[in-house]
């Protein structure tokens, strides 16, 4: 194992991620935050980014908005138009005077939207024309409505691609090191890869080949514009989030990734077996071992880990570096409690989307801060 010492924990062992040299394996997971008002990120988001970068680490945005078509929450950010852009730049800066990388997630969530969220009150885009049935938030207690979306027309299809191209041209320009596409949990991408939800007829839907082809042509066109070294993915083959299930999650993480192969990309950050939806932990007989054996980049794995779990994943090479959410969120200095067997805080689950820019967001408190 690359830089390990005797006795010291995987996860905090250096990994080179392309040209990306890493001290550590413990990554920011994407976290929606739903505090940038008018999908405009904010100067709280600063403070909050920056609390949890370390000298060589990996830190993902929160999933980011590539055009006005693919909002679906309150207060999310965006990266399509300039004053995005220029929102963005101070929280870029921040995160790299830590000496850390920050990768932009970029998003679109398809049906999973209404009318309130769309311009000019049109009905929400996806691969199909299928309605969602409302969903409990990830919170917990609040009821999200879906308006029935609007199936795209095989012509209208690049215009989405090049929304994410220019996205990530956008985060380039705001000083990013790279975009991460979300093709994971149920939003656009994987309204089409899904048989469970898409019902097309066109060259976008019916085969594996067919479904997987608006997807990578976001990866085609993003590679083509910043650079394969700086374009990573997120998928969740075996989820079900959004009612977005496969009925054969394994072929479908293997034709990805081995389809992400062709074009290089940095690294594949795939969603465990085990979460088949937001907050829901299942057993599970599936693994992502093959669909890391098959891809050649960097392999990151994010869903229900702890130390212990995410020390296992390293050492036995199920994972190139681990991705935390809520104990991140929880533990702005995680990292730094993991090497010292700390405690950690307990996270708060009803300030998770709360419109606070301090409460649940930056006052969890560092572990000197807790010692004193």
């Known amino acids: 194992m690359e830089g390990k010492v005797q006795g010291e924990q995987p996860l905090l062992t250096p990994y080179k991620m392309g040209k990306f040299q890493l001290s550590h394996r413990v990554v920011l997971a994407p976290l929606t935050r739903q505090r940038s008002w008018n999908n ?16 060589g680490g990996l830190l993902i945005t929160e999933a980011t908005g590539v055009s006005d078509t693919a909002q679906g929450y309150a207060h999310t950010p965006g990266i399509w138009t300039k004053e995005q852009v220029e929102a963005w730049k101070p929280i870029v800066d921040a995160v790299h005077a ?53 199936r795209l027309t095989t012509d209208e299809v690049p215009r989405v691609v090049n929304d994410f191209r220019l996205a990530a041209r956008n985060a380039m320009e705001a000083g990013f090191d790279g975009v991460e596409i979300h093709g994971a949990h149920g939003y656009l991408l994987d309204q089409f890869m899904k048989d469970q939800v898409n019902d097309r007829t066109d060259k976008y839907g019916g085969s594996l080949e067919n479904r997987c082809r608006f997807p990578l042509e976001v990866v085609e066109a993003v590679v083509n514009e910043i650079g394969a070294d700086k374009v990573g993915i997120r998928l969740s083959p075996f989820g079900h989030h959004a009612e977005a299930g496969d009925s054969n999650p394994t072929a479908l993480g293997l034709y990805m990734v081995e389809s992400l192969n062709k074009y290089g990309v940095l690294y594949c950050h795939m969603v465990e077996p085990r979460i088949r939806a937001a907050g829901e ?19 990151i794995a994010a869903g229900g880990y702890v130390k212990e779990d995410g020390n296992n994943a390293v050492t036995e090479e199920r994972a190139d570096l681990v991705a935390f959410g809520r104990w991140f969120l929880a533990n ?20 998770f989307y709360a419109p606070e820019p301090i409460i649940g967001y930056t006052d969890y408190p560092f572990l000197e801060d807790i010692v004193e």
């Open 40 to 55: 405009v990120p904010q100067p709280h988001a600063i403070l909050y980014y920056s609390q949890r970068a370390t000298k």
């Open 281 to 299: 932990m299942c057993e599970c007989p599936h693994s992502l071992v093959p669909l890391r054996k098959a891809f050649n980049g960097t392999f």
């Open 332 to 351: 702005p200095d995680l990292p730094k409690r993991f090497e010292l067997n700390a405690p950690l805080n307990k996270y708060n689950r009803e300030t």
């Open 98 to 150: 830590k000496g850390s990388i920050f990768i932009c997630q970029l998003w679109h969530v398809g049906r999973v939207s209404n009318t309130e969220f769309q311009p000019n009150g049109q009905a929400p885009l996806s691969s199909t024309d299928k309605a969602l049935t409302p969903q409990v938030r990830s919170n917990g207690f609040d009821v999200a409505e879906f308006t029935a979306p609007r």
